[in-house]
T-cell receptor
Framework: GQQVMQIPQYQHVQEGEDFTTYCNSS?????IQWYKQRPGGHPVFLIQ?????EVKKQKRLTFQFGEAKKNSSLHITATQTTDVGTYFC??????????FGAGTQVVVTP | EAGVAQSPRYKIIEKRQSVAFWCNPI?????LYWYQQILGQGPKLLIQ????????DSQLPKDRFSAERLKGVDSTLKIQPAKLEDSAVYLC?????????????FGPGTRLTVT
């Protein structure tokens, strides 16, 4: 079955620095969604990527979908303390069933 | 608009006991999901409803877990009997429809501890 892997598992970042988290699927995806879960909170939808090679930006966050639609990345520039949380990618099949990765837990040091 | 509601927020039970969780999705959302999130892992889909019908329960441990959405609105997830490894957060989510392109809205979850 479909498996979604995320690296790194943990990311310690100094405030103001940039970082990237990666997501890889064992199968070709219909689309990929990204969610953010704050400590003690629930996952909140960030964005969806559908097209091969698609790039979308949300302020300091840049999301990319690979050409083969099997991988994705999230790049955050000028990290802020509000970026703390766990970022999940979730691969979707054509029916919208999501397979979540294990997430990248982001800790920001002031 | 009101978000996804879940209750209770916390539950502590002993192994072999039974427990039930309730979820009320966003009004008008046809698709409802139950996820299990073990500490340090991503949410794992247990069951997906489209209106009052089950469309995917392939990862639901049917010997102990059951779920229903009788009127196509709110839903209940039950565990009977509970095991230690069932300790997790149970998340309910809903989306407008089934299919790619629809984002899922998650409730606050129920944290279950089995002792």
């Amino acid at each position: 079955g479909q498996q979604v892997m995320q690296i790194p598992q943990y990311q310690h970042v100094q405030e103001g620095e940039d970082f990237t988290t990666y997501c890889n699927s064992s199968t070709t995806l219909s689309n990929i969604q990204w969610y953010k879960q704050r400590p003690g909170g629930h996952p909140v939808f960030l964005i969806q990527l559908v097209k091969s090679g698609e790039v979308k930006k949300q302020k300091r966050l840049t999301f990319q979908f690979g050409e083969a639609k099997k991988n994705s990345s999230l790049h955050i520039t000028a990290t802020q303390t509000t970026d703390v949380g766990t970022y999940f990618c979730a691969g979707s099949d054509s029916w919208g069933k999501l397979q979540f990765g294990a997430g990248t837990q982001v800790v920001v040091t002031p | 608009e009101a978000g996804v509601a879940q209750s209770p927020r916390y539950k502590i039970i002993e192994k072999r006991q039974s427990v039930a969780f309730w979820c009320n999705p966003i009004s008008g959302h046809a698709t409802l999901y139950w996820y299990q999130q073990i500490l340090g892992q991503g949410p794992k889909l247990l069951i997906q409803f489209q209106n009052n019908g089950v469309v995917d329960d392939s990862q639901l441990p049917k010997d102990r877990f059951s779920a229903e959405r009788l009127k196509g609105v709110d839903s209940t997830l039950k565990i009977q009997p509970a095991k230690l490894e069932d300790s997790a957060v149970y998340l309910c989510a809903s989306s407008l429809q089934r299919g790619q392109g629809y984002e899922q809205y998650f409730g606050p979850g129920t944290r279950l501890t089995v002792t």
